[in-house]
């Protein structure tokens, strides 16, 4: 169970943190990505963050323990959407000397 929840929680994380990426990639509009501001980059980790997202939840066997992973996957929402809230992105790429989006 252990790794159920650690997985989906992990899942929850990655998939929420790829929908601000997608949707400025694909709007064609910048976004703060330690890959690279542009919204293909961004486009591109958003996507790819769904992918992992996706892997991580098939790995993490949630049919044996739906209840747990859906708690754990929910906390995993609510803490990247805290994240973002506190303009984290933006921070990051402070913190790491990357210029900010236009």
């Known amino acids: 169970?252990?790794?159920t929840i650690v997985l989906t929680f992990l899942a929850g994380l990655m998939g929420a943190n790829g929908i601000p990426h997608f949707i400025r990639g694909i709007t064609a509009r910048e976004y703060p990505n330690?890959?690279?501001n542009s919204a293909t980059a961004n486009a591109i980790g958003g996507w790819a963050a769904f992918v992992i997202?996706?892997?991580?939840?098939a790995a993490?066997?949630?049919?044996e323990h739906s209840?747990?992973?859906l708690i754990a996957a929910a906390a995993g929402v609510l803490v990247m959407a805290v994240f973002h809230?506190?303009?984290g992105a933006y921070r990051l790429n402070a913190r790491f000397g990357k210029p900010m989006p236009r």
Do not use: S
């Open 85 to 87: 809230a506190q303009r």
């Open 60 to 63: 993490a066997h949630v049919g």
């Open 53 to 57: 997202a996706g892997l991580l939840t």
């Open 67 to 69: 209840r747990a992973a």
């Open 1 to 3: 169970m252990t790794q």
């Open 34 to 36: 330690l890959t690279g």
